[in-house]
């Protein structure tokens, strides 16, 4: 088994988000890695939805409550303000619309944590500039034609929708090259231009 | 010198349970048990097996609920058959339903001819066959019987109801009216309510029982006859939504039995006709025919939301704190993927613990029975991780 202590760095700044024993849905849960995690180092109630049906069974497998189910189908099965947080870690990008999926979030937790790639980092901007073509790296390694991404944004681009919607941004963190978390509200413009994945904890006003 | 020329009937007795070795408990001596149609039951029988060893503490008792024409032996040896039980795959010494640590009960349901009381069964005010006589019967009402056999084996809450197709109903029934009385929930391969499609299929087979002559409108085992016909194509109608289209094309395709050539008759040319002819002709040595009208229209009366719920699935579990697994299969067209889908989006809706996979295999319906290593591996992991919460020893703890 995996060591429980160790989860990557982008879900550490996640778990870190969530108060022990809260009620979490963990939206496009992958393997369960996180909601492993929460689940036996936070004591939280947990429950997961995911797409594919490999992800599914190693969560089942390893006792984790989660749905096999598409989020822009099923989350509106979810009564309102069933959970205390929401997850949506890295899957915003891959939505078809990622504004009904933050409504949705907010609709069914009392708050959402949501965490997805920069597209504003700079060497997304300096790959695009100099060589013309849509970016590919570590973070980013599908080409445009096979990407499962549809939505690409920026940390600039995201603040600016949850002000549209009249969505309260608690906490807000870039994480740069390094792993190495920064307030976003601290600077915008270094965060939108240094941080490789942002992580939000929002709430409705 | 008078000769007494009335001949005494033979004594007619039910040939579905002719005395195999089966556990008997004699339930509702005290109280009738209500059933749903407003008849009551009272001194009835209720067949069942277990395996494994119940704890000092009663606390590992899983119920297996079987399917429309299983029976009590879920493992082991078959005494009738001498083949394994019908689910010796998942149930057995270390296997996902582990009898090295669990207490497995499985009952013969009610209205089934395995030696629970059912259509075949004796009734005492007549000495003959129940046969139409016999109250019709619910899935609740299989489910009421079962819980009063745990009262009589004194088990007052089970680890878990684990049942697929028509035993995924009862467990899900299990769900919503005695919560309190189970602390996991497996649905499997199952709906909530009976379709269309499905109620179209049964009742092909229940036609195809009446109108065979010598079902004698249901007094065949009175008469001395049993409607052999009219069950084998039940059977076979049953038998073909068991199976996908592709598994029927992988096992059989259009190959002939047994010749080189097609017959220009009506002679079992294919290999698929002599495969479900040969299904047919051998399930009424196993099953009553009444037993199949009875226990196909508790089915087609199933459903959880408008019985328990006002319509709504998500009422009927509102509040529970079962934890449930739903599996289905992706080429089961019986009980389709998108059926157990609904059950499964009540569930969410009543915000109750559920995990729900779909698992992609080529068998069918049947799939559930057998060895699909990807269910098996979700279904031990459930029960893994459903076992160390309820405080049971996990694998190897044993």
Request: aromatic letters at 10%; one cysteine or more.
């Amino acid at each position: 088994m995996n060591n429980r202590k160790n989860i990557r760095v982008d879900l550490q700044l996640i778990a870190d988000m969530i108060k022990p024993g809260s009620r979490v849905l963990d939206v496009g849960c992958s393997d369960g890695q996180l909601l492993d995690y929460l689940v036996n180092e936070k004591g939280i109630s947990g429950r997961g939805l995911e797409i594919s049906p490999e992800g599914v069974n190693q969560c089942v497998s390893k006792g984790l409550s989660v749905v096999q189910g598409d989020a822009e189908e099923d989350l509106g099965y979810y009564p309102d303000n069933a959970f205390d947080y929401v997850i949506l870690s890295q899957t915003l990008q891959a939505t078809h619309h990622p504004d009904q999926i933050v409504k949705d979030l907010l609709r069914l937790g009392k708050r959402a944590i949501v965490s997805f790639p920069n597209f504003g980092h700079w060497r997304v901007r300096k790959y695009l500039f100099f060589n013309g073509r849509m970016p590919v790296n570590d973070t980013l390694p599908y080409e445009w034609y096979n990407s499962p991404n549809l939505h690409f944004c920026t940390i600039k681009d995201f603040i600016a929708m949850c002000e549209e919607m009249g969505i309260t941004i608690e906490k807000s963190l870039a994480l740069d090259a390094d792993g190495k978390a920064h307030r976003i509200r601290t600077s915008l413009f270094f965060a939108n231009l240094l941080g490789e994945q942002a992580v939000f904890l929002l709430h409705k006003d | 010198m008078t000769t007494d020329t009335t001949i005494a009937k033979p004594p007619v007795l039910n040939p579905y349970d002719d005395g195999f070795p089966t556990l008997k408990a004699i339930l509702a001596s005290d109280m009738a048990m209500q059933l749903d149609c407003g008849a009551e039951l009272s001194e009835f029988s209720m067949a069942y097996q277990t395996y494994g060893t119940l704890n000092d503490d009663k606390t590992n008792a899983i119920l297996v609920t079987h399917a429309l024409t299983g029976d009590q032996f879920v493992s082991g040896i078959n005494p009738i058959t001498q083949k394994a039980g019908w689910w010796s795959l998942m149930v057995g010494p270390g296997r996902p339903i582990d009898t090295d640590r669990y207490f497995v009960i499985c009952s013969n349901v009610l209205g089934g001819c395995m030696g629970t009381i059912g259509p075949a069964s004796i009734n005492p005010e007549t000495g003959e066959a129940w046969g139409l006589d016999f109250p019709m019967i619910t899935i609740a009402d299989m489910v009421r019987a079962q819980a009063l056999l745990l009262d009589h084996l004194k088990i007052d809450r089970l680890f878990a109801v684990i049942g697929g197709s028509m035993g995924g109903m009862q467990a899900l029934e299990w769900a919503a009216v005695y919560p309190e009385r189970l602390f996991a929930c497996v649905p499997l391969a199952t709906a909530a309510q009976h379709s269309a499609q499905n109620i179209a299929f049964y009742e092909v087979g229940r036609q195809a029982i009446m109108a065979d002559p010598d079902w004698c409108k249901g007094r065949y085992l009175a008469e001395g006859k049993l409607p052999r016909s009219g069950v084998a194509v039940a059977r076979m109608a049953a038998h073909i939504t068991y199976m996908s289209e592709s598994a029927l094309t992988q096992k059989f395709g259009r190959r002939l039995q047994d010749r080189e050539n097609i017959t220009f008759g009506f002679e079992a040319d294919f290999q698929i006709e002599s495969y479900l002819r040969y299904q047919g002709s051998t399930f009424v040595e196993r099953f009553d025919a009444n037993s199949y009208l009875y226990v196909t229209r508790a089915m087609d009366y199933f459903d959880l939301a408008e019985q328990h719920g006002n319509g709504l699935l998500a009422e009927a579990f509102k509040g529970t704190e079962v934890r449930f697994c739903v599996i289905s299969f992706s080429s089961d067209w019986h009980y389709l993927p998108e059926e157990n889908r609904v059950i499964v989006r009540g569930l969410t809706g009543a915000a109750a613990n559920v995990s729900y996979v779909d698992v992609v295999s080529d068998s069918g319906h049947d799939a559930f029975l057998l060895d699909e290593p990807e269910f098996t591996r979700v279904l031990d992991g459930f029960l893994e991780g459903a076992a160390r919460k309820y405080g049971l020893p996990l694998k190897g703890e044993g």
